[in-house]
Nanobody, 117 residues
Framework: QVQLVESGGGLVQPGGSLRLSCAASGSVFSDYRMAWYRQAPGKERELVARISRGGITNYADSVKVRFTISRDNAKNTVYLQMNSLKPEDTAVYYC???????????WGQGTQVTVSS
């Protein structure tokens, strides 16, 4: 298993920016496809952004242009740069990792992002 620890969440005003980090340990980071999910109270967990082992990215329509996912394999870390934040971005953000030969995926503990004036 890989262990994932998110950081960087907090309170930000609408229109502001925040960068989330997810540090991985316990396995070979470059073997994993990485993703960010988010979940607001009472709502389903949704995929926000994903980055492949080769660096190909995908985004939810609601965050395209505003958010950027990236990875630094030398640091075993994936990032989510969030710009032009909106109140509807408020959620707990979770890091996720999976490998193509496994059914299981792995989750971090989550970090709270609150967008409010």
């Amino acid at each position: 298993q890989v262990q994932l620890v998110e950081s960087g969440g907090g309170l930000v005003q609408p229109g502001g920016s925040l960068r989330l980090s997810c540090a991985a340990s316990g396995s070979v980071f470059s073997d994993y496809r990485m993703a960010w999910y988010r979940q607001a109270p009472g709502k389903e967990r949704e995929l926000v952004a994903r980055i492949s082992r080769g660096g190909i990215t995908n985004y939810a329509d609601s965050v395209k242009v505003r958010f950027t996912i990236s990875r630094d394999n030398a640091k075993n870390t994936v990032y989510l740069q969030m710009n032009s934040l909106k109140p509807e971005d408020t959620a707990v953000y979770y890091c996720n990792a999976d490998r193509p030969w496994e059914l299981a995926s792995y989750w971090g503990q989550g970090t709270q992002v609150t967008v409010s004036s």
